[in-house]
């Protein structure tokens, strides 16, 4: 069976700081498909990043960068410089290849940055 | 390009009732799946729908069914409401399956369903 968990329920910082948001996954899959999602007060899902299981190379963009590690079966996502607008609920999610459109979210982690 | 869109937003029904929500996906888009948001259960997938036929389908009872229309427009239905069935209910598209390619999905706002 596939899992996401998120450990971190809710994290708080305060504008500028950097912070991580934790992602591990569970799957037997050898193809597979991770997802960070982040979703605003307004309910929408917003799709930030994909990244499929061969490919474990770090992407960073803007002030968003993301950490996939196979050994570790993680993939974390770091906000620099976090800004007030920052402030959602973000989604870890896992798709793999034989299980067609379904995709298996973490629990989310709420952040709120402070000014 | 519009994004996915979801009718009605916001809906108030009581128990024993039934529910009918609507998804136009993105255009273009031929893969639809279907969410359920709550505080306890968190996102759990419902169905997904491809050229209109079902693909996957997630744990859930009889009492939810969707279809899809030639146009990749879809809607689910939800019979006999139950108290438990309040919920955020979200609509995905994607241009392909996603399983098969990875692609992401593409979310609508959702509808928000209150079941008195």
């Known amino acids: 069976a596939q899992k996401v968990t998120q450990a971190q329920t809710e994290i708080s910082v305060v504008e500028k700081e950097d912070v991580t948001l934790d992602c591990v996954y569970e799957?037997?899959?050898?193809?597979?498909?991770l997802f960070w999602y982040k979703q605003p007060p307004s309910g929408e899902l917003v799709f930030l990043i994909r990244r499929n299981s061969f490919d474990e190379q770090n992407e960073i963009s803007g002030r968003y960068s993301w950490n996939f590690q196979k050994s570790t079966s993680s993939f974390n996502f770091t906000i620099t410089a976090s800004q007030v607008v920052d402030s959602a609920v973000y989604f870890c999610a896992l798709s793999v290849r034989n299980q067609g459109g379904k995709l298996i979210f973490g629990q989310g982690t709420e952040l709120s940055v402070k000014p | 390009k519009a994004g996915v869109t979801q009718t009605p937003r916001y809906l108030i029904k009581t128990r024993g009732q039934q529910v009918t929500l609507s998804c136009s996906p993105i255009s273009g888009h031929r893969s639809v799946s279907w969410y359920q948001q709550t505080p306890g259960q968190g996102l759990q997938f419902l169905f997904e729908?491809?050229?209109?036929?079902?693909?996957n389908k997630g744990n859930f009872p009889g009492r939810f069914s969707g279809r899809q229309f030639s146009n990749s427009r879809s809607e689910m239905n939800v019979s006999t409401l139950e108290l438990g069935d309040s919920a955020l209910y979200l609509c995905a598209s994607s241009p392909y399956r996603t399983g098969t390619s990875g692609g992401e999905q593409f979310f609508g706002p959702g509808t928000r369903l209150t079941v008195l």
């Open positions: 799957t037997r899959d050898t193809t597979y498909y």
């Open positions: 729908y491809f050229s209109e036929t079902q693909r």
